[in-house]
């Protein structure tokens, strides 16, 4: 039977008889933590505790950065021939696939996402960010260069050796994936410290490459909070480069952490505040509305790049916050997570669930009209209604600082430059979109833009030769394409000399 068939009694029959692996994955077995200690897990759609999971600390990550060397060293990975390490990934791409439900109950029970998106959007996409760069092994290529007749010149790509990935709960299998994928492509060995809201995906990862025909250590992924395991891995002396995605806050400790460390790389996709230029003669006014509206609400506006701010044209503003009011009110409805026909899960917790509120209450303080939503749905959970505020302005703090919510915020412009201003004026600059049917106004705002992503008249697509990162304080390097793989190695200069 297709997954996408199944109904949410027959989710929630799948659910209960579940199995959680609550245990580190280390040199290809599970083990507690070193102290014996634990966390609790919540599944933030009932509030209910979910299970415990092992809490590391600084020697549960020594433990597993310790191992991930011991495999580099050994070469069993690094110096695996090329086409063995392709197939090792496409195995384990496929494998992923054939695990589908399971991913999808374990990040549905963590965090709340719609189960219908874990199985049609989540699972698949981190397939085929292996599959990809599963086929890009073979295809690194070094250099020789033009030199005198008594010299032999070349360059080498080498793996960096220990890399520790870092990433978020929005969405734990895609983006630990987005990280794993191209580390692990490169030759390189891993240490994953999943989010403490969502870690049970993460192991499941991990184990799963071991039964594709991954060597043990390669692979390893240690549970805990932030601020102890999180931290003990970025500062850890063997760890050659930390990948990480979560707030800007925490990125700019991730920075100080490789200072005060072994100068590590530091790869950091953070915070978006991304705004989406309507002009007055985009092509289509439905179209473009339906795109704003799953822009925010889409993943319960837990996205980084969340088209938040909708910088409309002054001529249209009228006419397409009515039609986002007719439209958006009731595109989202908050349900059962395990039930297909949700699209609106609970945020991540009860007190991110707080946070969110808070910045509605400040928008209304501030003076910004509350069109729809700003309210909390009667039902258990940490659950937030869709919200639109229109009369918006770009000093406002629901236009400044990042809600990751439900909550969209409408500021009427005058044409591209001042929408192409407005739009600049902020710490970040993740991505953008512009919608417009003159082929040169969106190109020039292409070029204005200061975001590392530019969508012309659509939002959020993409495919996996798209760089995805920011400019500013959204971060530095790219995940996903070519450019991504490449930063996970470094450059080796050989000069012969042939006299």
């Avoid at 083990?31 to 809490?55: H, I, K, Q, W, Y």
């Avoid at 991913?103 to 709340?112: E, I, K, N, Q, S």
């Avoid at 910004?368 to 937030?384: K, Y």
């Avoid at 969508?455 to 500013?472: L, R």
Wanted: with cysteine.
């Amino acid at each position: 039977m297709s997954l996408t068939a199944l109904t949410k009694s027959d989710w929630h029959e799948r659910a209960s008889k579940l199995r959680y692996e609550t245990r580190h994955f280390i040199d290809g077995n599970y083990m507690d933590s070193v102290d014996g200690g634990r966390f609790t897990v919540v599944n933030p759609a009932t509030g209910a505790p979910l299970c415990e999971v092992s809490a590391g600390t600084v020697a549960d990550i020594d433990i597993a950065v310790a191992a991930a060397k011991r495999s580099f060293a050994a070469h069993v990975w690094s110096r695996k021939a090329p086409r063995e390490r392709m197939a090792v990934l496409a195995q384990f791409s496929k494998l992923l696939l054939a695990n589908t439900e399971r991913f999808a109950l374990l990040d549905t029970l963590c965090m709340g996402k719609p189960i219908h998106d874990m199985v049609t959007i989540d699972v698949p996409s981190a397939a085929t960010n292996f599959a990809y760069f599963g086929e890009l092994v073979d295809k690194i290529e070094g250099a020789v260069t033009a030199t005198a007749a008594d010299a032999f010149h070349y360059i080498l790509r080498e793996p960096l050796g220990v890399v520790g990935c870092i990433v978020p709960w929005n969405y734990p299998l895609l983006m630990a994936a987005w990280k794993v994928a191209p580390a692990l492509a490169a030759g390189n060995s891993v240490v994953l410290k999943p989010a403490e809201q969502s870690p049970l995906s993460g192991s499941l990862m991990a184990e799963l490459f071991i039964e594709a025909g991954g060597p043990p250590g390669v692979f390893n992924v240690v549970n805990g909070l932030g601020e102890t395991a999180g931290a003990a891995l970025a500062l850890h002396m063997e760890v050659a480069k930390i990948a990480f995605t979560g707030s800007t806050e925490i990125g700019k400790k991730m920075l100080v952490y490789a200072g005060h460390s072994n100068m590590k790389r530091i790869a950091l996709e953070c915070g978006g505040k991304s705004p989406q230029i309507f002009l007055g003669d985009l092509p289509d006014l439905d179209v473009a509305v339906t795109y704003a509206i799953n822009g925010i609400y889409g993943n319960m506006g837990e996205v980084c790049n969340a088209g938040s701010r909708l910088l409309i044209d002054r001529r249209i503003a009228k006419e397409f916050i009515a039609r986002f009011i007719e439209r958006g009110k009731n595109a989202y409805r908050a349900g059962d997570p395990l039930d297909p026909a949700t699209n609106l899960g609970p945020l991540v917790t009860a007190a991110h669930r707080a946070r969110v509120m808070s910045y509605i209450q400040r928008g209304k303080n501030e003076g910004a009209r509350l069109e729809f939503g700003g309210t909390m749905p009667d039902a258990p959970g940490s659950f937030v209604d869709p919200t639109l505020f229109s009369g918006v302005n770009n000093q406002m703090t629901i236009a400044q600082e990042e809600i990751f919510g439900p909550v969209a915020a409408a500021i009427e412009v005058d044409g591209i430059e001042h929408a192409v201003a407005i739009a600049n004026d902020s710490i970040y600059g993740l991505a953008a979109a512009v919608w417009t049917r003159d082929v040169s106004v969106a190109h020039k705002a292409v070029r204005d833009l200061e975001a590392g992503v530019i969508w012309v008249n659509c939002f959020d697509h993409g495919d996996m030769t798209q760089p995805f990162g920011g400019y500013k304080q959204s971060g530095q390097g790219r995940d996903k394409c070519v450019e991504s793989l490449l930063s996970y190695t470094q450059m080796k200069s050989a000069w012969v000399h042939l006299g």
